[in-house]
């Protein structure tokens, strides 16, 4: 059955008032120092900007970023980066984030989730009771490794999650405007 025009016409339109909006975006994980995490963040970027704006989705490892917060050291970077952040992804791959998770969990609990690989399942320390207050997604390392990474759960790949709890926090934002 056809659809009437004008009301996909009033769809695209929507879509387009919610395309305009500033909704900021930071993916946050390893360092340089392990490249295959650093790597994997990067194509998180490279995919979440075709739907959002680039200089939306944000690593704080960006140049730029870079250049505003190098002098203020690491506790209070992150912890602004966080403020002006609509939506935080940690991708769980070494202590730093989620010592980072940790510290700002109170800032960040309501907007991120946390990908961690399922070899921690089961474990119960520390790093463990920090993920379990978080929105949380794992993986398997061989996904990890083709990159190819699946939510067990649900069978939905991992990126359309992330995608799908971005544009919901976005609705939320564009809703209080």
């Not at 919610?18 to 995490?37: C, E, H, P, T, Y």
Request: hydrophobic share 35%; net charge positive.
């Amino acid at each position: 059955m056809p659809v009437n025009k004008t009301f996909l016409e009033k769809i695209k339109q929507q879509i387009e008032e919610r395309n305009k909006l500033d909704f900021f975006i930071l993916v946050w994980g390893s360092g340089k120092s392990n490249q295959q995490a650093y790597k994997k963040r990067k194509k998180m970027v490279k995919e979440l900007s075709k739907e959002f704006k680039r200089e939306n989705v944000i690593m704080s490892e960006d140049r730029e970023l870079q250049s505003y917060t190098r002098r203020m050291g690491d506790i209070v970077s992150e912890s602004i980066q966080v403020d002006a952040a609509d939506f935080v992804i940690i991708l769980d791959t070494s202590i730093g984030p989620t010592l980072e998770a940790h510290e700002y969990f109170h800032k960040i609990s309501n907007k991120s989730i946390i990908i961690c690989s399922d070899m921690y399942a089961k474990e119960r320390s520390f790093a463990s009771n920090i993920r379990y207050k978080y929105n949380l997604v794992w993986f398997k390392d061989d996904e990890f490794q083709e990159c190819n990474l699946v939510d067990a759960v649900t069978g939905e790949n991992l990126f359309d999650h992330c995608l799908k709890k971005a544009l919901i926090l976005r609705e939320k934002k564009f809703n209080q405007m």
